[in-house]
């Protein structure tokens, strides 16, 4: 009998899923194409390797012939994104024959959507700030947030930044099949399955909706009597001649914990512009949903796009944000509604954020429902799979 296999590799803190999907040819044979999404993980502490790439596409390359039918990045964080370059690097190349990235990664988006261009403004600033305040004072978090979030810096900020990894996957499939695609997005001819049923519930096509009205950005300079540049060095690490030293502290700490809570703001509309893709093959309907948050499944529901699933991926590496409590029994219902087993898949790591993931209530929610696979479970770098007979 065949199967669809879903694959997920423990990458540390990220995603890298391979689907592999029998279809019927017309001359009555099966052909097995391959859905690969995303390969990346976060800048931090052992969550991060990127050594583990080569060994995870090189299993991939050997899985699909060195080319995956399709290629989705889901959004642009760096945990999603850095995979691909880093094994090519390595000498492992993968190609594709399509490519699906996220519709805010096109190159010109930000030029056609101006009410998006304009809160993208204010968030590239409070990044800067953030990068400023991490070459005065070290901030592991911080650090880590920025990074994740470094397409918004400008060349050279970090050396390699997020858009230097979307850059490479912009190229990995022919440029004209590869496409930047959202819930608007008509299908039809950019992807290469005829069996399987592929939705794209998510993003929206204008992403403003996914940002939430931020204060002015000012730095900790802006805030200060004016100084010349020799009494005001690189980061503000001491006050400036002639300001009292207990009212510059008091400041610098406002404005860093402004900035940390306006980061968490682009970490999170950032995750909002995840693709969220639903995929039926033979009677089984599987979701696979980024990191996406609430802000994002809020319009799926209120669209009337979330139908009970017999597989979801759980979101945002089984954080609570990923989760829309309230929505859960649209996803997966009490029981299933046609008896067919259901899983859950979690990608993710310990130790890279205080409540990701989220074991007492998330990932015990799913497991109250259905299968819970956790790639914790594994090796770094070995891979489950779940299977679904058709």
């Not at 074991?359 to 891979?383: E, K, P, V």
């Amino acid at each position: 009998m065949s199967e669809l296999v879903v694959r997920s590799y423990n990458v540390g803190f990220g995603d890298a899923i391979l689907v592999s999907i029998p279809e019927a040819t017309n001359a009555g044979a099966e052909e097995t194409r391959h859905l690969l999404i995303d390969v990346g993980n976060l800048l931090a502490g052992d969550g991060n390797d990127d050594k583990v790439f080569t060994g995870v596409v090189q299993d991939i390359s050997d899985r699909t012939g060195g080319t995956v039918d399709l290629y989705l990045m889901t959004h642009e964080h760096l945990d999603h994104v850095q995979g691909l370059l880093a094994a090519e690097r390595a000498g492992v190349e993968l190609a594709a024959r399509h490519a699906w990235l996220t519709g805010s990664a096109h190159p010109a988006y930000y030029e056609t959507h101006p009410e998006a261009k304009e809160k993208m403004r204010t968030l590239q600033l409070s990044l800067a700030e953030a990068h400023r305040m991490l070459q005065a004072e070290p901030d592991p978090w911080l650090e880590m947030m920025v990074r994740n979030n470094s397409a918004m810096l400008p060349p050279g900020a970090l050396g390699l930044r997020t858009s230097d990894y979307v850059d490479h996957l912009r190229g990995i499939a022919p440029e004209d099949q590869t496409h930047y695609v959202d819930n608007t997005t008509d299908i039809v001819g950019k992807h290469p399955f005829h069996e399987a049923v592929l939705r794209i519930l998510a993003p929206e096509e204008d992403t403003s909706s996914y940002y939430r009205k931020l204060g002015p950005t000012h730095t900790t300079a802006d805030e200060l009597p004016a100084a010349g540049a020799a009494e005001a060095p690189a980061g503000l690490s001491v006050p400036p001649v002639g300001v009292d030293p207990g009212a510059f502290y008091d400041l610098q700490a406002s404005r860093r914990k402004s900035t940390r809570r306006q980061i968490m703001e682009i970490d999170k509309a950032n995750n909002n512009t995840s693709v969220v893709l639903e995929l039926e093959w033979r009677g089984w309907r599987l979701l696979f949903a980024g990191d996406a948050e609430l802000g994002s499944w809020k319009l799926m529901h209120e669209q009337n796009l979330i139908k009970p699933v017999h597989f979801v991926k759980v979101s945002h590496h089984g954080s609570h944000n990923g989760t829309y409590d309230e929505l859960f029994d649209e996803l997966m219902p009490a029981e299933s509604p046609d008896g067919r087993e259901r899983h859950a898949l979690v990608s993710t790591h310990d130790g890279d954020w205080d409540s990701v993931p989220d074991t007492d209530g998330t990932l015990s929610l799913y497991s109250s429902r259905c299968t819970l696979h956790d790639t914790r479970a594994l090796a770094h770098g070995a891979f489950l799979e779940i299977r679904f007979p058709g």
